[in-house]
Protein backbone atom coordinates (compact mmCIF):
# COMPACT_ATOMS: atom_id res chain seq x y z
CA UNK A 1 0.00 0.00 0.00
CA UNK A 2 1.13 3.65 -0.91
CA UNK A 3 2.10 5.35 2.24
CA UNK A 4 0.09 8.22 1.23
CA UNK A 5 -3.41 5.99 0.77
CA UNK A 6 -1.82 4.56 4.17
CA UNK A 7 -1.68 8.11 6.01
CA UNK A 8 -5.45 8.78 5.08
CA UNK A 9 -6.65 5.23 6.47
CA UNK A 10 -4.36 5.55 9.37
CA UNK A 11 -5.85 9.19 10.23
CA UNK A 12 -8.96 6.75 11.49
CA UNK A 13 -6.73 5.34 13.82
CA UNK A 14 -5.80 8.76 15.57
CA UNK A 15 -7.89 7.73 18.39
CA UNK A 16 -5.99 5.10 18.83
CA UNK A 17 -2.85 6.90 18.49
CA UNK A 18 -3.84 9.14 21.72
CA UNK A 19 -4.68 6.38 23.75
CA UNK A 20 -1.59 5.25 23.41
CA UNK A 21 0.07 8.37 24.00
CA UNK A 22 -2.39 9.27 26.93
CA UNK A 23 -0.91 5.55 28.69
CA UNK A 24 2.28 5.84 28.31
CA UNK A 25 2.78 5.45 31.91
CA UNK A 26 1.24 1.75 31.66
CA UNK A 27 4.29 -0.10 29.80
CA UNK A 28 3.79 -2.37 27.29
CA UNK A 29 5.30 -6.51 27.63
CA UNK A 30 6.51 -8.80 25.47
CA UNK A 31 8.79 -11.11 27.20
CA UNK A 32 10.70 -12.89 24.69
CA UNK A 33 11.58 -14.18 22.10
CA UNK A 34 9.74 -10.94 20.53
CA UNK A 35 10.24 -9.08 17.50
CA UNK A 36 9.71 -5.01 16.48
CA UNK A 37 10.15 -3.01 13.50
CA UNK A 38 9.52 0.40 12.39
CA UNK A 39 6.47 0.71 10.27
CA UNK A 40 3.81 -2.09 8.76
CA UNK A 41 6.35 -4.92 8.06
CA UNK A 42 4.67 -7.63 9.12
CA UNK A 43 6.39 -10.05 6.57
CA UNK A 44 9.26 -9.00 7.62
CA UNK A 45 8.48 -9.53 11.42
CA UNK A 46 7.10 -13.04 10.25
CA UNK A 47 10.60 -13.69 8.33
CA UNK A 48 12.36 -12.61 12.00
CA UNK A 49 10.27 -15.06 13.61
CA UNK A 50 10.31 -17.64 11.26
CA UNK A 51 14.41 -17.45 11.43
CA UNK A 52 14.30 -17.57 15.29
CA UNK A 53 12.12 -20.69 15.06
CA UNK A 54 15.38 -22.14 13.13
CA UNK A 55 18.15 -20.76 15.34
CA UNK A 56 16.57 -18.66 17.75
CA UNK A 57 19.20 -16.13 17.73
CA UNK A 58 18.13 -12.42 17.58
CA UNK A 59 20.77 -11.61 15.16
CA UNK A 60 19.58 -14.08 12.66
CA UNK A 61 15.95 -12.61 12.87
CA UNK A 62 17.08 -9.40 12.61
CA UNK A 63 19.01 -9.93 9.45
CA UNK A 64 16.14 -12.22 8.35
CA UNK A 65 13.51 -9.47 8.51
CA UNK A 66 15.54 -6.15 6.89
CA UNK A 67 15.59 -8.68 4.02
CA UNK A 68 12.52 -8.67 3.03
CA UNK A 69 11.62 -4.76 2.27
CA UNK A 70 15.56 -5.00 0.75
CA UNK A 71 13.94 -7.31 -1.68
CA UNK A 72 11.17 -5.81 -2.33
CA UNK A 73 10.53 -3.60 -5.58
CA UNK A 74 7.60 -2.07 -4.07
CA UNK A 75 9.14 -0.75 -1.14
CA UNK A 76 10.35 2.84 -2.32
CA UNK A 77 12.53 3.62 0.59
CA UNK A 78 14.89 0.48 1.04
CA UNK A 79 17.42 -1.93 -1.28
CA UNK A 80 15.36 -2.64 -4.39
CA UNK A 81 13.32 -0.41 -5.37
CA UNK A 82 14.50 2.44 -3.56
CA UNK A 83 14.27 5.77 -4.74
CA UNK A 84 17.20 7.23 -5.89
CA UNK A 85 19.28 10.01 -5.04
CA UNK A 86 18.77 13.70 -7.14
CA UNK A 87 21.65 12.11 -9.83
CA UNK A 88 19.12 8.77 -10.52
CA UNK A 89 21.57 6.30 -8.30
CA UNK A 90 20.10 4.24 -5.53
CA UNK A 91 22.54 4.23 -2.97
CA UNK A 92 21.98 2.54 0.65
CA UNK A 93 23.25 2.56 4.53
CA UNK A 94 22.50 -0.45 6.89
CA UNK A 95 23.60 -1.79 9.77
CA UNK A 96 23.75 -4.36 12.53
CA UNK A 97 24.56 -5.14 16.03
CA UNK A 98 24.46 -8.09 18.53
CA UNK A 99 24.11 -8.61 22.17
CA UNK A 100 27.79 -8.72 22.41
CA UNK A 101 27.92 -5.62 21.39
CA UNK A 102 29.48 -6.28 17.77
CA UNK A 103 28.51 -3.99 15.06
CA UNK A 104 29.09 -3.63 11.55
CA UNK A 105 27.64 -0.86 8.78
CA UNK A 106 27.86 -0.04 5.41
CA UNK A 107 27.42 3.62 3.84
CA UNK A 108 26.79 4.74 0.58
CA UNK A 109 26.69 1.04 -0.72
CA UNK A 110 25.49 1.28 -4.70
CA UNK A 111 24.10 -2.16 -6.79
CA UNK A 112 23.98 -4.54 -3.94
CA UNK A 113 20.49 -5.58 -2.77
CA UNK A 114 21.36 -6.95 0.95
CA UNK A 115 23.25 -4.74 2.56
CA UNK A 116 22.04 -5.38 6.26
CA UNK A 117 23.99 -9.20 4.96
CA UNK A 118 27.13 -7.15 3.98
CA UNK A 119 27.36 -4.99 6.88
CA UNK A 120 26.72 -7.65 8.84
CA UNK A 121 30.09 -8.94 6.82
CA UNK A 122 31.85 -6.37 7.93
CA UNK A 123 31.16 -7.30 11.44
CA UNK A 124 31.73 -10.29 11.77
CA UNK A 125 34.61 -10.73 8.47
CA UNK A 126 36.55 -7.50 9.25
CA UNK A 127 38.46 -5.70 11.82
CA UNK A 128 36.07 -2.62 11.05
CA UNK A 129 32.79 -1.33 11.97
CA UNK A 130 31.80 0.86 9.08
CA UNK A 131 32.65 0.39 5.45
CA UNK A 132 31.50 2.94 2.33
CA UNK A 133 31.35 3.28 -1.34
CA UNK A 134 33.55 1.95 -3.09
CA UNK A 135 35.14 0.09 -0.57
CA UNK A 136 31.56 -1.09 0.41
CA UNK A 137 31.06 -2.53 -2.72
CA UNK A 138 34.57 -4.10 -3.07
CA UNK A 139 34.29 -5.97 0.18
CA UNK A 140 30.43 -7.04 -1.05
CA UNK A 141 31.66 -8.49 -3.96
CA UNK A 142 34.64 -10.42 -2.72
CA UNK A 143 31.67 -11.54 -0.20
CA UNK A 144 29.99 -13.17 -2.98
CA UNK A 145 27.43 -10.71 -3.11
CA UNK A 146 26.08 -9.61 -6.75
CA UNK A 147 26.23 -6.49 -8.55
CA UNK A 148 22.71 -5.87 -9.89
CA UNK A 149 20.76 -2.88 -10.91
CA UNK A 150 18.30 -1.47 -8.24
CA UNK A 151 16.73 1.06 -10.08
CA UNK A 152 13.19 0.40 -11.04
CA UNK A 153 11.30 1.65 -13.48
CA UNK A 154 8.80 3.14 -10.96
CA UNK A 155 11.45 4.50 -9.14
CA UNK A 156 13.21 5.63 -12.38
CA UNK A 157 9.88 7.73 -13.38
CA UNK A 158 9.48 8.99 -10.04
CA UNK A 159 13.09 10.50 -10.33
CA UNK A 160 11.98 11.89 -13.44
CA UNK A 161 8.92 13.53 -12.47
CA UNK A 162 11.10 15.45 -9.40
CA UNK A 163 13.54 16.92 -11.69
CA UNK A 164 10.43 18.79 -13.40
CA UNK A 165 11.22 20.92 -10.15
CA UNK A 166 13.76 19.14 -8.57
CA UNK A 167 12.92 20.49 -4.73
CA UNK A 168 14.20 18.69 -2.22
CA UNK A 169 11.08 18.94 0.29
CA UNK A 170 10.97 16.73 3.02
CA UNK A 171 6.87 16.13 4.03
CA UNK A 172 5.76 14.28 6.98
CA UNK A 173 5.68 10.55 6.91
CA UNK A 174 5.17 10.73 3.18
CA UNK A 175 8.50 11.31 2.25
CA UNK A 176 9.17 7.64 2.24
CA UNK A 177 9.79 7.22 5.75
CA UNK A 178 9.39 3.09 5.57
CA UNK A 179 12.83 2.29 6.66
CA UNK A 180 12.83 -0.97 8.67
CA UNK A 181 14.59 -0.62 11.79
CA UNK A 182 14.21 -3.99 14.05
CA UNK A 183 14.86 -5.21 17.35
CA UNK A 184 14.30 -8.56 18.84
CA UNK A 185 15.14 -10.67 21.66
CA UNK A 186 16.04 -13.77 21.25
CA UNK A 187 15.31 -17.77 22.53
CA UNK A 188 17.89 -16.74 25.27
CA UNK A 189 16.23 -13.07 25.22
CA UNK A 190 19.55 -11.56 23.82
CA UNK A 191 19.04 -8.68 22.18
CA UNK A 192 20.10 -7.44 18.92
CA UNK A 193 18.84 -4.71 15.85
CA UNK A 194 19.54 -3.76 12.60
CA UNK A 195 18.61 -0.80 10.06
CA UNK A 196 18.37 -0.80 6.24
CA UNK A 197 17.29 2.19 3.90
CA UNK A 198 17.97 4.14 0.49
CA UNK A 199 18.15 7.11 2.27
CA UNK A 200 16.03 9.91 1.65
CA UNK A 201 14.43 10.31 -1.90
CA UNK A 202 16.34 12.52 -4.69
CA UNK A 203 19.06 13.52 -1.59
CA UNK A 204 22.09 14.77 -2.51
CA UNK A 205 24.46 12.51 -4.09
CA UNK A 206 26.52 11.04 -1.03
CA UNK A 207 24.64 11.57 1.67
CA UNK A 208 24.47 9.53 4.30
CA UNK A 209 21.70 9.30 6.88
CA UNK A 210 21.59 8.09 11.00
CA UNK A 211 20.57 4.67 9.18
CA UNK A 212 24.23 2.83 8.94
CA UNK A 213 25.61 5.03 12.30
CA UNK A 214 25.13 2.81 15.71
CA UNK A 215 24.36 4.78 18.06
CA UNK A 216 21.93 6.87 16.11
CA UNK A 217 19.70 4.47 14.08
CA UNK A 218 20.52 1.51 15.73
CA UNK A 219 22.19 0.63 19.13
CA UNK A 220 22.01 -2.56 21.80
CA UNK A 221 23.37 -3.66 25.38
CA UNK A 222 22.30 -6.79 26.58
CA UNK A 223 23.04 -5.14 30.02
CA UNK A 224 19.77 -3.30 29.47
CA UNK A 225 18.11 -3.39 26.21
CA UNK A 226 17.91 -1.67 22.45
CA UNK A 227 16.57 0.80 20.63
CA UNK A 228 16.05 2.02 16.78
CA UNK A 229 14.87 5.18 14.50
CA UNK A 230 13.16 6.19 11.21
CA UNK A 231 12.51 9.91 9.95
CA UNK A 232 14.54 12.26 9.28
CA UNK A 233 18.26 11.02 10.13
CA UNK A 234 19.86 14.45 10.62
CA UNK A 235 18.12 14.78 13.72
CA UNK A 236 18.58 11.48 14.71
CA UNK A 237 22.40 12.13 14.18
CA UNK A 238 22.07 14.83 15.90
CA UNK A 239 20.84 13.79 18.93
CA UNK A 240 22.60 10.02 18.88
CA UNK A 241 19.05 8.94 19.75
CA UNK A 242 19.18 5.18 20.05
CA UNK A 243 22.00 5.47 22.34
CA UNK A 244 20.47 8.40 24.32
CA UNK A 245 17.16 5.88 24.67
CA UNK A 246 19.67 2.83 26.00
CA UNK A 247 21.51 5.26 28.44
CA UNK A 248 18.31 6.67 29.61
CA UNK A 249 16.86 2.43 29.93
CA UNK A 250 19.99 1.81 31.98
CA UNK A 251 19.30 5.16 33.97
CA UNK A 252 15.67 3.27 34.73
CA UNK A 253 13.46 4.62 32.55
CA UNK A 254 10.77 2.50 31.14
CA UNK A 255 11.54 1.87 27.16
CA UNK A 256 8.52 3.72 26.56
CA UNK A 257 9.71 7.00 29.00
CA UNK A 258 12.83 6.78 27.03
CA UNK A 259 11.43 7.10 23.61
CA UNK A 260 9.50 10.27 24.87
CA UNK A 261 12.70 11.58 25.91
CA UNK A 262 14.68 11.11 23.09
CA UNK A 263 11.52 12.82 20.90
CA UNK A 264 11.79 15.67 23.53
CA UNK A 265 15.76 16.61 22.84
CA UNK A 266 14.63 16.89 19.63
CA UNK A 267 11.56 19.15 20.01
CA UNK A 268 13.49 21.64 22.53
CA UNK A 269 16.15 22.73 20.28
CA UNK A 270 15.15 21.93 16.37
CA UNK A 271 12.26 23.20 14.34
CA UNK A 272 10.06 20.00 14.81
CA UNK A 273 6.90 20.68 12.62
CA UNK A 274 8.60 20.28 9.91
CA UNK A 275 9.64 16.39 10.30
CA UNK A 276 9.25 13.19 11.50
CA UNK A 277 10.95 10.89 13.78
CA UNK A 278 9.92 7.84 15.46
CA UNK A 279 11.61 5.47 17.84
CA UNK A 280 11.52 1.69 18.88
CA UNK A 281 12.98 0.37 22.06
CA UNK A 282 12.77 -3.04 24.06
CA UNK A 283 14.20 -4.24 27.19
CA UNK A 284 15.70 -6.91 28.45
CA UNK A 285 12.40 -7.73 29.93
CA UNK A 286 10.92 -7.58 26.90
CA UNK A 287 8.80 -4.56 27.95
CA UNK A 288 8.42 -2.12 24.33
CA UNK A 289 8.02 1.47 23.80
CA UNK A 290 7.48 3.73 20.58
CA UNK A 291 7.03 7.64 20.51
CA UNK A 292 7.14 9.92 17.11
CA UNK A 293 6.92 13.45 16.60
CA UNK A 294 4.36 13.49 14.67
CA UNK A 295 1.18 11.25 14.24
CA UNK A 296 1.16 8.60 11.74
CA UNK A 297 4.30 6.52 13.07
CA UNK A 298 3.52 2.85 13.39
CA UNK A 299 5.36 -0.21 14.11
CA UNK A 300 4.84 -3.91 14.10
CA UNK A 301 5.06 -6.11 16.81
CA UNK A 302 5.66 -10.18 16.75
CA UNK A 303 5.36 -12.27 20.33
CA UNK A 304 4.05 -15.61 20.82
CA UNK A 305 3.99 -15.82 16.81
CA UNK A 306 1.43 -13.21 16.59
CA UNK A 307 2.11 -10.24 14.49
CA UNK A 308 0.33 -6.70 14.32
CA UNK A 309 0.57 -3.49 13.57
CA UNK A 310 0.24 -0.80 16.11
CA UNK A 311 -0.42 3.18 15.79
CA UNK A 312 2.50 4.79 17.84
CA UNK A 313 2.03 8.12 20.62
CA UNK A 314 3.26 11.63 19.36
CA UNK A 315 3.97 14.60 20.93
CA UNK A 316 2.19 16.11 18.31
CA UNK A 317 -1.48 15.28 18.28
C1 LIG B 1 17.42 8.49 6.59
N1 LIG B 1 16.36 7.66 8.56
O1 LIG B 1 18.12 8.17 5.63
C2 LIG B 1 16.44 7.49 7.14
C3 LIG B 1 15.15 7.67 6.42
C4 LIG B 1 14.00 6.98 7.01
O2 LIG B 1 11.95 6.09 6.66
O3 LIG B 1 13.93 6.59 8.16
N2 LIG B 1 13.00 6.77 6.22
O4 LIG B 1 17.46 9.60 7.09
Not at 94 to 104: L, R, V
Not at 281 to 293: H, Q, T, V
Amino acid sequence: MQRRTFIKQTTALSAIASVSAKASNTQNVAKFPVVLSTWKNEKANNAAWESLQKTGRALDAVEAGARIPEADPNDTSVGYGGFPDRDGNVTLDACIMDEKGNAGSVTFLQHIMHPISVARAVMEKTPHVMLSGEGALQFALSQGFKKENLLTETARKAWEDWKKTSKYEPKINIERHDTIGLLALGNQGEISGACTTSGLAFKMHGRVGDSPVIGAAVFCDDEVGGACATGLGEFVLKTLGSFLIVELMRNGKTPQKACEEAIMRIVKRYNYKEFQIGYLALNKKGEYGAYAIQPGFNYTLTKDGVTKVYESGSYMK
